[in-house]
């Protein structure tokens, strides 16, 4: 049986001098960011890419400016975190890949280097056969988070009904700043440009919709 390994794009923040250094190692072996990675883990144990130091996220000042393509802020710049884009399987978490590419980084300067041995034996629990079970189950939590997120108002929230609509909550709701601000983080974690489910424009909704209800407060 053949199995079809979805890809996903993963949106990894980094520090700008990490992003350039990755980009000139793949320019130089004429292969994608997506392809350093999966190069690394064909070789590389999990467990030592794990242990490796995660490169981590940029500093607080670096920072660079794109401009917005679409949504109500289309044409503006906008200041982001330094990020790579990189194509992958699904399952991984953006530190791990992090890590996969600051190994690609280390074997390429000869900080690093792979040693052939004999493999180890496959654990009895081992059932490969599961892994479509896996992938099928996160292709539908994708599919109910898409589902369940609000659809971006044409002009962004205007007044406090739209912003309780933006932020989960029935028009005539009345919840206190409290329940406002925990509502705001949990939807945050989710449509952050900057996560996996990221969405610019309903982020910036979402900010909108807060500045509305902390003036009405």
């Known amino acids: 049986m053949t199995v079809s390994f979805l890809k996903h794009s993963y949106t990894i923040p980094c520090a700008s001098a990490f992003r350039d ?13 997506g392809d350093l990675a999966r ?13 490796f130091p995660d490169p981590g996220e940029p500093e607080a000042e670096d920072r660079e400016t794109v401009v917005l393509k679409s949504g109500p802020a289309e044409g503006r710049p906008w200041r982001r975190k330094p990020r790579l884009q990189v194509r992958m399987p699904q399952g991984y978490k ?13 074997m390429d300067r000869g900080e ?10 496959v654990p009895q629990d ?29 002009e962004g929230p205007r007044n406090r ?14 919840p206190d700043m409290r329940k406002v601000r925990a509502k705001f983080r949990m ?15 309903r982020m910036s909704q979402l900010n909108k919709a807060m500045e509305i209800l902390k003036r009405a407060s």
Do not use: C
């Open 21 to 33: 250094a990755i980009e000139a190692l793949a320019a130089k072996r004429r292969v994608n960011v």
């Open 39 to 51: 190069s690394v883990l064909l070789v590389v144990p999990a467990g030592e890419i794990q242990a």
């Open 94 to 106: 953006v530190e791990f890949i992090r890590k996969a590419l600051g190994v690609a980084l280390a």
């Open 112 to 121: 690093l280097a792979v040693s052939l041995g004999r493999s180890a034996p």
């Open 126 to 154: 081992y059932t490969p056969q599961r892994l479509p079970e896996h992938l099928e189950e996160m292709e539908r939590m994708r599919a109910i988070i898409s589902v369940l997120a609000f659809e971006p108002l044409a």
């Open 161 to 174: 009904a739209e912003a309780l609509h933006v932020l989960g909550f029935p028009p005539s709701a009345n």
């Open 187 to 201: 939807l945050a974690t989710i449509h952050h440009p900057d996560s996996n489910y990221g969405s610019h424009a």
